[in-house]
């Protein structure tokens, strides 16, 4: 799964990389990389729940981690992607917040199916629902991180050069 992960990463990249057209403010191969790295560590983060034994979420303690753990499996994507953004664009940050929030609303759309399945749903069932689910997912992040990508270029001002701050 973390290897798909990173695959669906690297799509998502190339893909965020074709969507900045000619204004494209970062190099292809750095921005699909760290955007496949930043995916795999979102899911392994989503992955170590069911691997952990004993784990519940019936304590105050799991609601905490299962929080720190949603906020850290939204933010490595964008993170990774700010750090190379903010080396052709300032300010960029707004990057990181516009992707968590188009990531935290997206996700809900592969939850959406789970009260409808169960273990006597035939397989191709569970299959379209999910690839659906996946299809609503990827078209509300597209469309979130669109206008952030559409925002953080507009906005964007040469990063500051090393000379610029010994000038004052």
Known sequence: MIAAGAIE????GALQVAGFGKSRPVRPAAWILVT?????AAWSIGLLPSTVTGFSVDSASAVVLIALG??????FIPLLQWLVLRRSIRPAFFWIPANMAGW???ILWTLAPSPFI???TPAATVLSVFVIAGLLMAVTVATVTGFAAHRVVRSSRP?????DIVAG
């Open 9 to 12: 990463g690297a799509c998502l």
């Open 36 to 40: 496949a790295l930043g995916a795999a």
């Open 70 to 75: 949603a906020i850290t499996l939204l933010g």
């Open 104 to 106: 935290a609303v997206g």
């Open 118 to 120: 169960d273990g006597s």
């Open 159 to 163: 990063p500051i050069e090393r000379h």
